[in-house]
């Protein structure tokens, strides 16, 4: 597949999974999606699970706490003023919480399919005016900054004894500190490379001439077999339920 098959397909699931597809629905998104993983992604999809559940879980389990344990009934009870069920909620937390993991781990998918272009090979590869690129390469380094800001933040806090290497009470006391720190470092390493490094160095122009490409090739390969399959079934998914409903 191309990077542009590929999103695109990851686009579709996304917007398929938000729709509230029925039973059958969710069953056939679910069929498209896992031979996604098995023949494109195939070993690695075990990791865009986990990166997917170690998103949610811990969403998960504050929303049963608030909701199932606390509130009792679930919004749409709690809008027709009737009377209310931790039944409901939890299946209000468990029907947000499923969602919320399908859209995270599609987009692990697409992603870790290219794993081995490089960030800049990817969007180059990508059919997208040269705008959309460079925010895309500048938002992904914003990213990387970030990350950098937090191990040097959390690593100057360890030298300084305000924190330790291994969980304890001593971090969650002084995890204000260490949330200030990687905002300060970030915004120090961000406000030196935009004032100072990338003027020097000419970054944006540098940047605009390695995202050129000349001849983006849209969809090509696999892409013709895989958008086609997904749009098969999203009007199955579309109509699925209501057919077997109304029949």
Not at 7 to 17: E, K, Q, S
Not at 47 to 62: G, M, N, Y
Not at 176 to 195: E, H, K, N, P
Not at 197 to 209: G, Y
Request: with cysteine; proline share 4%; glycine share 8%.
């Amino acid at each position: 597949m191309t990077p542009n098959g590929a999103f695109t397909l990851g686009v579709i699931l996304i917007a398929l999974g938000m729709g509230v597809p029925g039973p059958r629905g969710v069953a056939v998104l679910l069929a498209l999606t896992l031979a996604f993983a098995v023949i494109e992604v195939r070993g690695a999809s075990v990791t865009a699970l986990r990166r997917a559940a170690l998103v949610v879980l811990p969403l998960a389990a504050f929303m049963g706490v608030v909701w199932v344990g606390i509130v009792g009934e679930s919004p749409y009870q709690i809008a027709s003023a009737t009377a209310g069920t931790r039944t409901a909620a939890l299946a209000y937390v468990a029907v947000l919480c499923g969602r919320l993991f399908f859209i995270v781990a599609v987009i692990q998918l697409v992603f870790l399919r290219f794993a081995e272009l490089t960030p800049l090979a990817l969007i180059r590869a990508l059919a997208l005016p040269a705008t959309v690129k460079r925010v895309l390469a500048i938002t992904l380094s914003l990213i990387g900054t970030l990350r950098h800001a937090i191990d040097r933040a959390h690593i100057a806090l360890i030298a300084a004894g305000t924190l330790t290497r291994k969980p304890s009470w001593r971090n969650v006391l002084h995890s204000w500190r260490l949330i200030q720190a990687v905002w300060l470092s970030a915004i120090t390493i961000m406000v030196g490379r935009m004032r100072d490094k990338w003027p020097v160095e000419n970054t944006i122009a540098r940047l605009d001439d390695a995202l050129a490409n000349a001849a983006p090739s849209w969809f090509s390969g696999d892409d013709r077999i895989w958008l086609p399959i997904s749009l098969g079934a999203a009007a199955v998914i579309l109509v699925a339920d209501r057919i077997s409903g109304a029949l």
